[in-house]
């Protein structure tokens, strides 16, 4: 942007300031006079500026000469966002984009202070500044468009809305072409764009070296990369001044989600929403809508990113009210002896791990070591007819257990023991065959008073030529969670739709997968999960919301004694992690209902399992004590309903001393600190599972040191003395 914009800017900020203050009112005589003033190089017209409350972050407004919108960002002096342009493809209908005059624009602000019922933190300060522009095609057929911008202290967003018009009741969209033009080769780490799966390794390029069509070598069940170089959403990057930037979308209700195009030589970024073969388009909405928000975090310091509630502060506020019947928990379950071949899901295999007596078992280790939960997959018959079937309609029916599972009978006893039953409902992507049986299902739930299910959409979507994340599905996902709502049932959904953090209006959406997961180290193909995986995934799928990727693989090396060795693959699988890394994630990775994944064989009596049993699940405060993307984190969370903090720490495949502070714990209280921590030799690949345990006193002016192996962790539970 050329100086004249600036001065312009400066000239007019006592008239701009004053303006602030005539709320909604017309301001068409101050614009007209500043977009003459403010004709920049590229010949637009700034129209309009929106500041976060701190004045760091500023959104400007202008119109090219052709009419188009468009917007640019800063943050302090940095131009962060160049140019950038806006607009939208139909069908039967011209596209909007060209030929705009700004009718009026206004702003407003809010600061307020809202309460998660659970969380990373209890309390989340929403405070930005907004920017309404109202825009109308000078030509006919004169169509009206509003976009809405939003400053933040931590980051911008902006979304397009389409008010009631005369001669318009719906519109079909082919594409949405809203833009983010770059200003440096900034390092990226991203996945493939893919209108299915999120379940993708991450790469980490300079943004002109994003070739996503080139790292399609993932296998799963369900991928459906988009035919150009795009990527999904999180995408983190650090500019070459060591700002960190975040892209992705909140609130995606009614809508197709969002991929980004990459257009690498000219640093631009492109929406690419994710389409319907079947309905051969991308979304169809009657008016008055408005679109999910495209947003960018924007943060000085790597851990301030996972500090950012801008994905939750764009969404509306808790619509159910009381969710009291939703208790955050540790869960344990029939699961990973599935993934490690000890046991099937199916009954015909002869070895089916859901049976009654395994069940019971589960739910008295889970009794005797506080576990408040337990997942049972594989207890409704169906499975025979799962995985590699086209015709998957009909299969599963979420109400009939195999016969050497007593339902009644398990749920009886583990209310006996104070323990809470998960219930499992793998679609199989087959949504109408679900959406038919939903209200049933969760009527049995709630007769039998579970409160949780863990949903699943493993395969492509039946009907073909629907995606997990078109408009179609986004409502399927959606209806999901409302009927469930009413029956008191909260979601934990796998191959779900991306996180745009809706858990902030509909609670019950309390975790999902929409990662590359634990089981991955059970069998895939490329040997598991790389250590860097994770230091990737806190900076990056964790900004949209909780996972669950279930931690707390003990027996690292996976023994083998499971797998049938005509059927290894090419790389034997592993969890490449140690195991202080895998406690670390306990308090790393956010989610009310955290997973100990391992074998009930696996824990007994080992001593590293005390900090499972006592790690928190629910926060009353997070503080994110340092990182950097891809190479390591650390987080202190403070329990909530307690004085007790946790610590976690994780790195990726280098060794790693750092220095923490304890400055987070209460003045004038001295704490009993236990330090789960790698062994000097310990390493992710040659001796995983090498730690110590250790205690040591500590309060707010402590200083630790501590050094994390290769693909090591750290973990340190904290109580007041
Ligand atoms: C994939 C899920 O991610 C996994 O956790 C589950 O065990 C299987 N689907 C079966 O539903
Ligand atoms: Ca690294």
């Known amino acids: 942007m050329c100086d004249i914009v600036k001065y312009t800017i400066t000239f007019f900020r006592p008239i701009y300031l004053r303006s602030k203050m005539m709320k909604h009112s017309n301001l068409l005589l101050f614009f007209s006079v500043l977009a003459v003033f403010s004709f920049s190089c590229e010949r637009e017209a700034h129209l309009d500026r929106v500041a976060s409350p701190d004045n760091n972050v500023a959104v400007s407004f202008f119109l090219s000469e052709e009419g188009q919108p468009g917007y640019l960002v800063r943050y302090k002096d940095h131009l962060l966002v160049d140019s950038s342009y806006l607009g939208f493809d139909f069908k039967d209908q011209p596209a909007l984009g ?29 405070r930005f500044q907004e920017l309404k522009v109202e825009l109308q095609e000078k030509d006919l057929p004169n169509r009206t468009w509003n976009i809405y911008f939003r400053a933040y202290d931590d980051g911008i967003a902006f979304r397009h809305e389409f008010p009631a018009q005369p001669g318009v009741d719906t519109v079909v969209i082919m594409d949405e072409h809203s833009s983010f033009v770059l200003t440096g080769d900034h390092t990226t780490w991203w996945i493939p764009g893919d209108w299915d799966i999120y379940e993708h390794l991450y790469n980490t390029t300079k943004f002109s070296e994003i070739d996503a069509l080139s790292k399609r070598n ?46 690498p030589d000219k640093l631009t970024m492109t929406s690419e929403l994710v389409g319907s073969d079947r309905l051969g388009h991308k979304v169809v909405r009657s008016l008055p809508f408005q679109t999910p928000w495209r947003t960018i975090q924007i943060a000085p310091r790597a851990a301030d990113l996972i500090a950012s509630n801008l994905i939750l502060n764009l969404n509306e506020p808790n619509e159910l009210g009381d969710v009291s019947w939703f208790q955050p928990q540790k869960y344990m379950g029939i699961w990973w002896e599935m993934h490690l071949g000890k046991s099937s899901w199916d009954m015909a295999s002869g070895k089916h791990g859901a049976t009654t007596a395994n069940a019971k078992r589960f739910i008295d280790f889970a009794a005797a070591n506080n576990i408040g939960g337990i997942l049972v997959e594989g207890w409704n018959t169906g499975w025979e007819h799962w995985i590699g079937f086209e015709d998957r309609e ?28 998960i219930m499992h409902h793998e679609t199989s992507s087959a949504p ?39 408009q179609w599905m986004v409502n399927h996902y959606r209806k999901v969670l409302r009927t469930a709502a009413k029956y008191q049932v909260a979601v934990n959904a796998h191959e779900p739709i991306k996180d745009t953090g809706i858990r902030r209006t509909l609670p019950n959406a309390i975790s999902r997968e929409g990662l590359r997961g634990q089981e991955f180290n059970s069998w895939s193909v490329e040997g598991g999960n790389p250590p860097e995986h994770l230091p990737i995934v806190a900076f990056t799928r964790m900004l ?63 001593p590293a399992f005390q900090f499972i049993r006592e790690v928190g699940v629910d926060w009353e405060q997070t503080k994110v004590l340092d990182g950097a993307v891809g190479d390591y984190v650390a987080i202190a969370r403070q ?47 040659t001796n995983p599972g090498a730690y110590n345990i250790r205690k040591e006193r500590v309060n707010k002016d402590s200083m630790l040191n501590f050094t994390l192996a290769p693909g090591g962790g750290l973990a340190i539970s904290l109580k007041p003395v």
């Open 218 to 263: 993932h296998p799963n069940l369900a991928q459906t990369y988009i035919p150009e170089n795009a990527v999904n959403t999180p995408v983190t990057m650090r500019t070459a001044e060591g700002l960190h930037l975040s892209f992705h979308e909140a609130n995606l209700t009614d809508y197709a989600g969002m991929t980004l195009k990459v257009d």
């Open 544 to 606: 949209a919301g909780p996972i669950d990727f279930t931690p707390g693989v003990f027996d690292l090396k996976l023994s083998q004694k499971y797998l049938d060795p005509a059927n290894l693959p090419a790389k034997k699988p592993q969890v490449n992690t140690t195991l202080a890394h895998q406690l670390g994630l306990y308090v790393v990775i956010y989610s009310p209902v955290q997973m100990a994944c391992d074998l009930i064989e696996h824990y007994e009596g080992h």
């Open 394 to 421: 009909g299969v599963f029916d979420f109400v009939t257990p195999y016969p050497d599972y007593d339902l009644e009978s398990v749920v009886v006893y583990a209310a006996e023991k104070g323990v809470s039953m």
């Open 432 to 470: 109408r065959t679900y959406e038919q049986q939903l209200d049933t299902a969760f009527a049995l739930m709630q007769r039998l008073g579970i409160h949780t299910v863990k949903t699943g959409y493993v395969g492509k979507i039946i009907p073909k030529g629907e995606y997990h994340h078109g």
């Open 98 to 126: 060209k030929g705009l005059n700004l009718v009026q624009s206004s702003h407003t602000s809010t600061d307020e202070t809202w309460e998660l019922p659970w969380g990373e933190q209890r309390l989340v300060h929403n």
């Open 639 to 685: 329990e909530r309903g307690s004085l007790n903090w946790f610590l976690g720490a994780i790195t990726d495949e280098n060794k790693r001393d750092i220095s923490l502070s304890f400055d987070f714990l209460d003045t004038g209280k001295a704490y009993e600190a236990t330090i789960y921590e790698d062994a000097p030799d310990a390493d992710w690949n």
